[in-house]
T-cell receptor, first 108, second 114 residues
Framework: AQRVTQPEKLLSVFKGAPVELKCNYS??????LFWYVQYSRQRLQLLLR??SRESIKGFTADLNKGETSFHLKKPFAQEEDSAMYYC??????????FGAGTRLTVKP | DVKVTQSSRYLVKRTGEKVFLECVQD?????MFWYRQDPGLGLRLIYFSYDVKMKEKGDIPEGYSVSREKKERFSLILESASTNQTSMYLCASSLGVSFTGELFFGEGSRLTVL
């Protein structure tokens, strides 16, 4: 069975501080992990995917198969980063399972 | 620009009513999905479809059914709405064979069942 766990429902940091949103997964196959973001009054959208190894809006995420984690990190948080963040796992059937989400608030 | 359109942004229905939620995408995507979004529970997959007339159950299909008669349209049906189905419903679509993991979401349909 596949499972995506985001242990923090809420996360609050000050502007300029580092931020890390945690994601752990369980999956018997070869995982593909993603981060999605939903800004206030906007649609849910893809932020980044592990396979691309890219940095988007200053965010990065590394897949750690040993720890079954895919934490999202940014060295210096900005107020516009305040949003709901979802970690997601794609399985062999091409469907996507999401975690419970973490609401990030960046305070001025 | 991919567009996923959910026909109703807000609905209020009574217990026992039949409810139809419609979703249309304009990018010729093979895959379509229905999720419900609840605070503290995140997105939970109800059903998905990878082709016309094909459907697969997700994690919480009970109380729901779906219809995909045309490639661009994926409907979610609540045969007899109940109060515990009050939620935000999100439709999404994606490519099939060339699926990169990017889902394109609609704006959501907020359903309240009284």
């Amino acid at each position: 069975a596949q499972r995506v766990t985001q242990p923090e429902k809420l996360l609050s940091v000050f502007k300029g501080a580092p931020v890390e949103l945690k994601c752990n997964y369980s999956y018997s196959g070869s995982p593909e992990l993603f981060w999605y973001v939903q800004y206030s009054r906007q649609r849910l959208q893809l932020l980044l995917r592990h396979i691309s190894r890219e940095s988007i809006k200053g965010f990065t995420a590394d897949l750690n198969k040993g720890e079954t984690s895919f934490h999202l990190k940014k060295p210096f948080a900005q107020e516009e980063d305040s949003a709901m963040y979802y970690c997601a796992l794609r399985n062999n059937n091409n469907d996507m399972r999401f975690g419970a989400g973490t609401r990030l608030t960046v305070k001025p | 620009d991919v567009k996923v359109t959910q026909s109703s942004r807000y609905l209020v229905k009574r217990t026992g009513e039949k409810v139809f939620l419609e979703c249309v995408q304009d990018m010729d995507h093979e895959n379509m999905f229905w999720y419900r979004q609840d605070p503290g529970l995140g997105l939970r997959l109800i059903y998905f479809s990878y082709d016309v007339k094909m459907k697969e159950k997700g994690d919480i299909p009970e109380g729901y059914s779906v219809s995909r008669e045309k490639k661009e349209r994926f409907s979610l049906i609540l045969e007899s709405a109940s109060t515990n189905q009050t939620s935000m419903y999100l439709c999404a679509s994606s490519l099939g064979v060339s699926f990169t993991g990017e889902l394109f979401f609609g704006e959501g349909s907020r359903l309240t069942v009284l």
